[in-house]
């Protein structure tokens, strides 16, 4: 039986306004790491302020969730942006969140971009490099979080940064690695009890089927679950139970070179 130990992040503070999002004060007391919407997809300043509070209550690590300016889309539709641009909306954001984490007597742990930012860099160098120089330009003791094998990950190695391999739970793979786009059937994993098991597998064995139907090699430090299921409690406990039943540990991601 393994002993590894893997994170459990949720994006979380996804609500706006009257607008309510998400299960996140239940997901709290499943997960590891809580990424939190920065007000360009999802997320306002009291949303903010009372996820970051709700985390630390938790002890959950805090991270900052910077998308591309697209309430009505939710972030997830691509956007014409360059790389200028993306260091800038990448910087805003990640500031954001830092402050309210500092005024709550608590440090950012890593940045994840959201949705379309995130499978966009996960391909196109230019805006991974300008997602990387943002966040250590602000912090270099940030972990940048991406998909595993992606340019998102090279770049911020290439950039001094820490990084997290991810990958997902309820994501149905590519053969190449990449995440099944949404516009095709199938591409988020629905069926709680398949979720879990792709993501025991992905933990265990460091493996997942692809849309394909072959056999992929998937590396993990963390695993993600979607706050925005309708089921996103009850399966954030049966994930984190399951895994620990298969003998892997949950944690937070380690610090960076702070002292």
């Known amino acids: 039986m393994t002993t590894r130990s893997i994170d459990l992040n949720c994006d979380m503070g996804e609500s706006f306004g009257a607008w309510t999002m998400g299960q996140d004060a239940e997901v709290l007391a499943h997960v590891s790491s809580a990424n939190i919407a920065c007000g360009f997809h999802a997320g306002d300043p009291q949303t903010m302020r009372r996820t970051v509070a709700a985390a630390i209550a938790h002890g959950v690590a805090i991270g900052a969730h910077p998308s591309l300016p697209d309430l009505v889309g939710f972030g997830r539709r691509e956007m014409r942006v360059s790389a200028d641009e993306t260091y800038a909306l990448t910087l805003y954001q990640t500031g954001a969140l830092a402050a309210i984490a500092r005024a709550a007597g608590e440090r950012m742990r890593h940045v994840k971009p959201h949705g379309a930012l995130y499978n966009m860099a996960a391909k196109d160098r230019a805006l991974a490099d300008a997602i990387a120089a943002a966040v250590r330009d602000f ?14 990950l090279d770049a911020g190695e290439h950039a001094g940064l820490a990084v997290a391999y991810e990958a997902f739970a309820d994501r149905r793979y590519e053969n190449d690695g990449s995440l099944t786009p949404r516009s095709l059937p199938g591409a988020v994993i629905g069926d709680s009890d398949a979720a879990v098991a792709q993501a025991v597998a992905i933990a265990t064995r460091g493996e997942v ?47 960076g070179r702070r002292s």
């Open 139 to 152: 912090d270099a003791d940030l972990i940048l979080v991406g998909l595993a094998g992606s340019a998102l």
């Open 209 to 255: 089927v692809t849309r394909q139907g072959d056999t992929l090699r998937v590396r993990a430090d963390t695993i993600c679950v979607h706050g925005d299921r309708a089921d996103a409690a009850i399966f954030s406990r049966r994930l984190r139970e399951a895994l620990q039943s298969a003998g892997v540990t949950i944690a937070a991601l380690p610090a």
